[in-house]
């Protein structure tokens, strides 16, 4: 097995993609504990480099899927709209938790949230590590995530929790992480989400994956989608190439959206429209896990009022109506600052906080 992955990475390392049938072989040695962690980071690595193909990533992430545990989800939870809200990672910007914000609000505003996550690869803190320093469980067993989720609107899917495979692959991971090398996994995140989400709201760290993973979510069911990457303009050529896997609220924003049964669309849009305050991607930078969890409380008790919360309405406003709870974006805008400003959203993380 370790000459078969290294026969995969040198196909690679000539730019030649891979079969579905090779990406099956490939998953397979990644999972083999046998199989050292610096083949499986070269692995990695050399797919990264080469680029990973719409074919590649949605073979990855159907044959990951089949090895993952689905929750016992009820008939009644799953034929509601259920929603995830995700950023890759990969950005290295270190902006606080966007993502982990978004989807208290989102579900606080009435939305079924299944979010998936994991605890920091290549920022100071993941979605996971801020979930657990707010008091939320990150450990829910398959029942009681799918009892969360009817019940309460919303579960935290731990995808080591999830996905056993991943046990013998996160140490290549970290591997290619301390050596600033991004992986598949950076982008397969959002699409492993084991609770089978039908609406999603993903951000990308570059703009040339916004089309790529739109077709990706496409192809493996999602009835909505919208995946986004907002650029870093803090108004100086400089900042030129800095990107988020966010909307963004410092320049342009790429989008790819589309519905399971149409064409879907790409475009850009602006902040200029939303009353949003003149910022820095400074403004936005996060910190370890209890300062990102103290800037999440700030955010929906309304006592952070600057341009995080900025971030975090347009965000939300995306996600709302991606999720059919907001006829736009611009109304979805409204309904997320009414949300936070009710107290709904401090009081749904409250009760989030609480023992089922």
């Given at each position: 097995?370790?000459?078969?992955?290294?026969?995969?990475?040198?196909?690679?390392?000539?730019?030649q993609?891979?079969?579905?049938?090779?990406?099956?072989?490939?998953?397979?040695?990644?999972?083999?504990?046998?199989?050292?962690?610096?083949?499986?980071?070269?692995?990695?690595?050399?797919?990264?480099?080469?680029?990973?193909?719409?074919?590649?990533?949605?073979a990855?992430?159907?044959?990951?899927?089949?090895?993952?545990?689905p929750?016992?989800?009820?008939?009644?939870?799953?034929?509601?709209?259920?929603?995830?809200?995700?950023?890759?990672?990969?950005?290295?910007?270190?902006?606080?938790?966007?993502?982990?914000?978004?989807?208290?609000?989102?579900?606080?505003?009435?939305?079924t949230?299944?979010?998936?996550?994991?605890?920091?690869?290549?920022?100071?803190?993941?979605?996971?590590?801020?979930m657990?320093?707010?008091?939320?469980?990150?450990?829910?067993?398959?029942?009681?995530?799918?009892?969360?989720?009817?019940?309460?609107?919303?579960?935290?899917?731990?995808?080591?929790?999830?996905?056993?495979?991943?046990?013998?692959?996160?140490?290549?991971?970290?591997?290619?992480?301390?050596?600033?090398?991004?992986?598949?996994?950076?982008?397969?995140?959002?699409?492993?989400?084991?609770?089978?989400?039908?609406?999603?709201?993903?951000?990308?760290?570059?703009?040339?994956?916004?089309?790529?993973?739109?077709?990706?979510?496409?192809?493996?069911?999602?009835?909505?989608?919208?995946?986004?990457?907002?650029?870093?303009?803090?108004?100086?050529?400089?900042?030129?190439?800095?990107?988020?896997?966010?909307?963004?609220?410092?320049?342009?924003?790429?989008?790819?959206?589309?519905?399971?049964?149409?064409?879907?669309?790409?475009?850009?849009?602006?902040?200029?429209?939303?009353p949003?305050?003149?910022?820095?991607?400074?403004?936005?930078?996060?910190?370890?896990?209890?300062?990102?969890?103290?800037?999440?409380?700030?955010?929906?008790?309304?006592?952070?009022?600057?341009?995080?919360?900025?971030?975090?309405?347009?965000?939300?406003?995306?996600?709302?109506f991606?999720?059919?709870?907001?006829?736009?974006?611009?109304?979805?805008?409204?309904?997320?600052?009414?949300v936070?400003?009710?107290?709904?959203?401090?009081?749904?993380?409250?009760?989030?906080?609480?023992?089922?």
């Open positions: 097995m370790p000459g078969m992955i290294e026969s995969l990475t040198e196909q690679l390392r000539a730019a993609a891979l079969s579905r049938d090779q990406v099956r072989e490939a998953i397979s040695a990644l999972t083999e504990e046998r199989v050292s962690v610096d083949l499986k980071a070269d692995f990695l690595a050399a797919l990264a480099v080469k680029g990973e193909t719409v074919e590649e990533i949605a990855f992430a159907r044959e990951l899927r089949e090895r993952s545990i929750p016992p989800l009820d008939a009644e939870t799953r034929a509601r709209e259920i929603l995830d809200v995700c950023g890759t990672g990969g950005d290295r910007q270190n902006t606080f938790n966007i993502s982990t914000a978004v989807a208290l609000v989102a579900a606080a505003a009435g939305v949230v299944a979010k998936h996550g994991n605890r920091a690869i290549t920022s100071h803190s993941g979605s996971a590590d801020v657990e320093a707010l008091g939320l469980r990150i450990d829910l067993e398959p029942a009681e995530a799918a009892r969360s989720l009817r019940e309460r609107g919303f579960a935290f899917f731990f995808a080591p929790k999830y996905h056993p495979a991943f046990k013998h692959i996160g140490p290549a991971r970290k591997l290619c992480a301390e050596r600033g090398q991004r992986t598949i996994f950076n982008v397969l995140g959002p699409v492993l989400n084991p609770a089978r989400p039908s609406a999603q709201l993903v951000g990308v760290p570059g703009p040339q994956l916004c089309v790529p993973i739109a077709r990706v979510l496409q192809s493996l069911g999602v009835r909505r989608g919208m995946v986004v990457c907002g650029a870093v303009s803090d108004g100086a050529p400089a900042r030129d190439g800095v990107f988020l896997d966010e909307l963004s609220t410092l320049g342009e924003t790429t989008v790819a959206e589309f519905y399971q049964d149409r064409a879907f669309a790409a475009s850009t849009m602006g902040a200029e429209n939303f949003v305050q003149r910022a820095t991607l400074a403004d936005l930078r996060g910190g370890d896990r209890e300062a990102s969890a103290a800037t999440v409380r700030a955010l929906l008790d309304g006592r952070e009022r600057g341009p995080k919360r900025d971030a975090v309405l347009l965000n939300t406003a995306a996600a709302l991606v999720a059919g709870r907001a006829p736009s974006i611009s109304e979805g805008w409204e309904l997320a600052a009414k936070i400003d009710s107290g709904a959203a401090s009081a749904k993380l409250a009760e989030l906080a609480q023992p089922m």
